[in-house]
């Protein structure tokens, strides 16, 4: 597990547990976001997916005391079609919203289509 996953892992993680609408045993059953940011940013790394990390992940790299929920990614629309594990559930020409296993995955898309 590379560290850049596990330490995204851990911020979600922390995230999600320590908000208290979220203490279901549905959002508590979910002990794997470690595993699974990993295998994300693994996919994107083998599949040489260029990416940039921003909002609240990117944040928490300077600034400590702050949760966040998701992680938000800038992608171009073609790079975001190589990851099809990736589960869209709201979409328009500049933003997409899905799920990557138990992930909240923000995407601004960018208009640069290369």
């Given at each position: 597990?590379t ?15 320590f ?29 040489k997916?260029?990416y940039?990390?921003v ?36 979409e ?13 995955i923000d ?8």
């Amino acid at each position: 597990m590379t560290l850049a996953a596990r330490s995204v892992g851990a911020i979600i993680r922390d995230g999600i547990y320590f908000d208290i609408k979220n203490w279901s045993d549905e959002f508590m059953a979910d002990r794997n976001l470690l595993e699974t940011a990993d295998t994300l940013f693994a996919l994107l790394e083998t599949r040489k997916i260029p990416y940039l990390l921003v909002g609240g992940i990117a944040i928490l790299s300077y600034i400590e005391g702050r949760n966040t929920q998701d992680i938000d990614f800038i992608f171009s629309r073609k790079d975001l079609d190589r990851l099809t594990e990736l589960i869209l559930h709201d979409e328009n020409r500049d933003f997409a919203r899905g799920n990557f296993q138990s992930l909240q995955i923000d995407c601004l898309l960018t208009g640069n289509n290369s």
